[in-house]
């Protein structure tokens, strides 16, 4: 039998809906849900009880998938059936919709995740770094009007983690690509349907970078080489922050070799919820797949996935893949300080 869809809210536990969407990934932190029937059945509630930013839980089967709030229900009639949907978001879309408010506004030799329980504390939300978050920010200041998760966002990148949301609906921080599936995805026995996609867009042949030393008297610089990329597409790159041949070096990879993932991306779409060893699929997974017709076989990264259900196609998955590079992270080092120079008198 297939799972179902349960939506606790307000006390109650509700069940049977026609029309699922549930995502949930590691490239955005807050993923959507919209549940929905067509009809009412005998014994169906006449009122659902359900408002407006009512905090809910979303299981499949007795497994929860998310924590979150109700955004918008929306109650119909005519004449035939009398149709309702509810959706929303896991509770970390306030970080990504809200100003970062906190007093003060800056702090001094805090950590990643200190820093982020302080700006998500006001929404209910907790934060636990599975990944090293590396030193203590000297200073750290938020910028006028900026959204709690781009402050976040902002240091995470320092620190070369991703911050991702848990089923509870806490903040946490990651380097993906860690954990393998326990399953294969191969064409023909557990999905036929897939698509996938190889842009060119963003990729370059070579990637010139040069930056500026500390005490401003040389320019280093660096190149690195996407052998992917036949024709001629170089890219100069301006590094901002202080700068040696070793970090330049290392940015000049990091660049061709995330822009080279990103640009591959293999949609799949199986036709359950669950794996064939029972598990759900689930996002930041390492699974092997093979899919001869369209030319992609190797180990990719399961970046998102999305329930779906609905009258014309049934329950089916769309996992969303990508190799493990394009979440290749290097940490952005934070400017050094510049000593003034005296004039002499």
Request: charge should be positive; hydrophobic fraction near 35%.
């Amino acid at each position: 039998m297939a799972d179902d869809i349960n939506l606790k809210v307000v006390g109650q536990a509700l069940r049977g809906w026609k029309s699922v969407s549930v995502t949930r990934g590691i490239d955005a932190l807050a993923g959507p849900f919209s549940l929905g029937l067509s009809h009412r059945w005998p014994g169906a509630p006449a009122d659902w009880g359900i408002q407006g930013d009512d905090a809910c839980e979303v299981l499949i089967g007795d497994e929860k998938v998310m924590t979150g709030w109700i955004d918008t229900p929306v109650h119909s009639i005519d004449p035939r059936r009398h149709p309702f949907t509810v959706s929303g978001a896991a509770k970390t879309v306030d970080l990504i919709d809200c100003s970062a408010i906190h007093t003060p506004g800056s702090w001094k030799n805090r950590k990643l995740e200190q820093i982020a329980a302080d700006l998500t504390a006001p929404f209910g939300i907790k934060v636990k770094a599975v990944a090293s978050t590396g030193a203590a920010f000297p200073t750290f200041a938020l910028q006028q009007g900026e959204k709690v998760f781009d402050a976040i966002n902002r240091m995470a990148r320092q620190r070369g983690v991703t911050a991702v949301t848990t089923i509870d609906g806490d903040l946490e921080f990651i380097q993906p690509g860690k954990t393998a599936a326990g399953y294969s995805l191969i064409e023909g026995e557990n999905f036929e349907v897939a698509t996938f996609t190889d842009n060119r867009t963003q990729r370059f042949s070579e990637y010139l970078l040069k930056g500026y030393s500390a005490d401003g008297k040389t320019r280093p610089k660096a190149t690195a080489k996407d052998e992917g990329v036949r024709r001629h597409r170089p890219l100069l790159i301006v590094h901002d922050d202080d700068s040696t041949p070793g970090n330049l070096s290392d940015r000049a990879k990091y660049e061709a070799t995330r822009r080279a993932g990103e640009g591959k991306e293999l949609v799949v779409t199986v036709s359950s919820w669950r794996a064939r060893n029972g598990q759900l699929y689930a996002p930041d997974r390492l699974v092997p797949v093979k899919a001869p017709s369209i030319g992609v076989e190797g180990e990719l990264l399961i970046k998102s996935v999305t329930y779906l259900r609905d009258a014309v196609s049934g329950t089916r998955a769309e996992l969303m893949l990508s190799p493990k590079e394009a979440f290749s992270l290097m940490p952005i080092p934070a400017p050094a300080k510049r000593s003034k120079k005296r004039r002499s008198t």
